[in-house]
């Protein structure tokens, strides 16, 4: 993509070309606005949901699938994509003691695998927890165990959350699981076990989810180009550092760029996906000590994806596998080619992705690119799914904000910064780390083209942003817990 910056002044400008961003994009092209620049400090657009290439191979940051229960989302990548969006047939399991669970969960599968003895303490830990159910929940942890009961609560949902949170379950506020799994437990998960009717259980077994043939981010590459033919302009490899206001209005900000030119662009209204802590953090002049404190206390998850690529046809058959085990420090492997065997250029060899999940003042966080392939490659073995011998190359890419945090006591602090960006009148903050919410692709794009018709102030609007993703109902369910 050309790079066309013509002038430093634009009617809208938007930071980050991750689904948020584009999804402002798009609607504000749609409505005649095309005085636009979209600013992104990656090489390649999509945000986390991008594809890298990395050598001649193609690479998503962890397996990303597209499901939305939004019409609008679904016709727009539909759209943007048309036969390129291909369906694919899913199968994803959790890797536990040396055992495969097919995920999501399946009663009998359970059971075969657990063993008589685990099965008949899951189901007395279950009816315990039913006898005993208390008080509304307040943690991650009582939320499960009131649904499941311990024994499903330890062997499916304990050791993953941690993995991929880094802090105990008791200390994840209940909000979190209300958010992705509601309407989730056991009983449910028997009952569409036992009871559907035949036509709606074929169509449970035979899932699907639809994923572009070159990788999750072929979706943004092609709706940017769209919005660049229609006049966008998009700045890549260029780091906002600074957004200087007056008073409560935001007149430019500053931006370095991959040459190490500075500029400064004003623009009319800003969107931004800058994490919502960094944001307060570049405001120029500063924030009130109060604001800054709670912006402190905003926490990301950081994500590091090893991607190998190994020189074997068929490594395994699923499109990611959940790693339960606590004996390695992997929480996810996926297969891309069982995404897309477009994604592969050699059909003999494969590309897999290893996740781990880590603050970013872990060691882990700062060790060599040699250091974590090593890890994986080492994990990889002792899980027995890849040999030394087979891995031709590997590549490592980190990701700081990944994932917000929903920590017990962080809804106070997210009060304050809430109410403090509503009082910027030229200011949207959206998206995932924009607006601090655990938001997939489909919310974060909602996002952006809801802030979009705030600015255009279609009928109807203005639409209170902080609502997304709140009260979502999700047909899916328990293909919400994990990601
Ligand atoms: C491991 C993993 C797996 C996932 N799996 C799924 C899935 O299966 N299905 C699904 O729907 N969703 C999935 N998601 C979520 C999905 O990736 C996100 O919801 C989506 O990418 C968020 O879009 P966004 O635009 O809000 O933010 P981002 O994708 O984070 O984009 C923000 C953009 O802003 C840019 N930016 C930030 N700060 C600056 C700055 N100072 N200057 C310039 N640019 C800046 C960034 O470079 C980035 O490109 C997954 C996420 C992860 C991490």
């Known amino acids: 993509m050309i790079e066309n910056i013509n002038s430093e002044s634009y009617e809208c400008c938007i930071i980050g070309a991750g689904p948020a961003g584009l ?3 798009y609607e504000l092209v749609k409505n005649g606005v095309t005085d636009i620049l979209i600013i992104d400090k990656n090489k390649r657009v999509g945000g986390l949901a991008r594809t890298d ?4 191979t193609r690479f998503d940051i962890g397996p990303h699938r597209f499901f939305t229960k939004n019409k609008e989302i679904d016709k727009i990548w539909h759209d943007t994509l048309g036969s ?6 899913r199968l994803t399991r959790i890797y536990y003691k040396n055992k495969y669970f097919n995920y999501p969960i399946k009663p009998a599968n359970v059971l075969m695998n657990l063993g008589p003895v685990d099965s008949l303490n899951a189901t007395l830990s279950f009816f315990s927890s039913q006898i005993s159910k208390k008080n509304t929940p307040i943690t991650f942890e009582d939320w499960i165990i009131q649904k499941f009961g311990h024994k ?3 062997t499916f949902f304990k050791v993953y959350t941690e993995k991929v949170w880094g802090i105990p379950c008791n200390r994840i506020g209940a909000e979190w699981a209300i958010q992705r799994i509601k309407g989730l437990d056991a009983l449910e998960v028997l009952k569409n076990a036992l009871f559907k009717d035949r036509k709606k259980k ?9 994923f572009p043939v070159l990788g999750v981010g072929q979706m943004y590459e092609a709706m940017c180009d769209k919005l660049v033919s229609q006049g966008a302009e998009l700045m890549i490899e260029s780091k906002v550092f600074r957004f200087n206001r007056h008073d409560n209005v935001i007149e430019s900000i500053d931006v370095l760029r991959a040459d190490g030119k500075e ?17 307060f953090g570049m405001l120029n002049p500063a924030e009130s000590g109060l604001i800054l404190d709670s912006a402190g206390m905003l926490k990301y998850r950081a994500h590091i994806t090893v991607g190998l690529l190994i020189g074997r046809s068929e490594v395994f058959p699923d499109q990611w596998i959940y790693v339960h085990s606590p004996d390695v420090q992997i929480a996810r492997i996926a297969n891309y080619k069982n995404f897309s065997k477009a994604m592969v250029k050699d059909e003999n060899t494969t590309t897999l992705s290893v996740e781990y999940f880590v603050f970013t003042y872990d060691n882990l966080w700062s060790e060599t690119d040699k250091f974590l392939s090593d890890m994986a490659i080492n994990e990889l073995e002792k899980m027995h799914l890849v040999e030394r011998r087979e891995v031709i190359n590997t590549w490592v890419v980190r990701e700081a904000e990944a994932y917000p945090i929903y920590y017990l006591g962080f809804p106070d602090h997210y009060d304050v910064l809430k109410s403090r960006i509503d009082q910027f009148v030229n200011f949207y903050s959206i998206g995932r780390a924009g607006m601090h919410k655990y938001n997939n692709q489909d919310h974060s794009l909602i996002s952006g ?12 609007f203005p639409f209170r942003l902080w609502d997304i993703n709140v009260d979502a109902e999700y047909q899916e369910n328990a293909q919400r817990t994990h990601e």
């Open 202 to 210: 074929i169509k449970t077994l035979v899932e699907e989810f639809d």
């Open 263 to 279: 500029i400064k662009i004003n623009a009319k209204q800003f969107f931004s996906s800058v994490p919502l802590a960094h944001y």
């Open 23 to 25: 999804g402002a994009a």
């Open 84 to 89: 390129n969006f291909q369906p694919v047939s």
């Open 449 to 460: 083209i809801l802030a979009a018709r705030n600015y255009l102030k279609l009928p109807g």
């Open 53 to 56: 290439i990395l050598g001649e």
């Open 152 to 154: 499903l609560y330890e």
